[in-house]
């Protein structure tokens, strides 16, 4: 019955939400002046949404996670495409390792992934 969950984050600055998610390896699906949706493979889809006056979300309820089978990748890429950093890949005690970085509207993104090598 249920095939996908595609949210859709509220972004003070557009373009530049969209930017930080293409340099992440992510492709536009869709776009207009004021929605732009996202995906990466057949699994991941989401929207992001222009709100004037919607600032940085990072004390706002939400976990942005997304699942990867490469976690060293995420961080090479991120770290070559200048990418905020927030924690470098770590081993959490339920065994996967994750990393976080922010979006330029403030969301923090969370990849978490295969368990240490």
Same mark, same amino acid.
């Given at each position: 019955?249920?095939?996908?969950? @595609? +949210?859709? &984050?509220?972004?003070?600055?557009?373009?530049?939400?969209?930017?930080?998610?293409?340099?992440?390896?992510?492709?536009? %699906?869709?776009?207009?002046?004021?929605?732009?949706?996202?995906?990466?493979?057949?699994?991941?889809?989401?929207?992001?949404?222009?709100?004037?006056?919607?600032?940085?979300?990072?004390? @706002? +309820?939400? &976990?942005?996670?997304?699942g990867t089978d490469d976690i060293e990748a995420v961080h090479r890429r991120c770290r070559e495409k200048g %990418?905020?950093?927030?924690?470098?890949?770590?081993?959490?005690?339920?065994?996967?390792?994750?990393?976080?970085?922010?979006?330029?509207?403030?969301?923090?993104?969370?990849?978490?992934?295969?368990?240490?090598p």
């Amino acid at each position: 019955m249920y095939t996908r969950l @595609q +949210p859709v &984050l509220y972004v003070e600055n557009l373009a530049a939400e969209v930017d930080f998610y293409r340099r992440l390896g992510f492709d536009t %699906v869709f776009e207009s002046d004021t929605f732009v949706g996202l995906a990466y493979g057949e699994s991941i889809l989401f929207g992001l949404e222009h709100h004037p006056g919607h600032g940085p979300l990072t004390d @706002q +309820p939400l &976990l942005w996670q997304i699942g990867t089978d490469d976690i060293e990748a995420v961080h090479r890429r991120c770290r070559e495409k200048g %990418v905020e950093i927030l924690a470098a890949p770590q081993l959490e005690e339920w065994g996967d390792r994750t990393m976080q970085v922010r979006s330029p509207n403030g969301y923090h993104v969370t990849f978490e992934g295969e368990r240490e090598p």
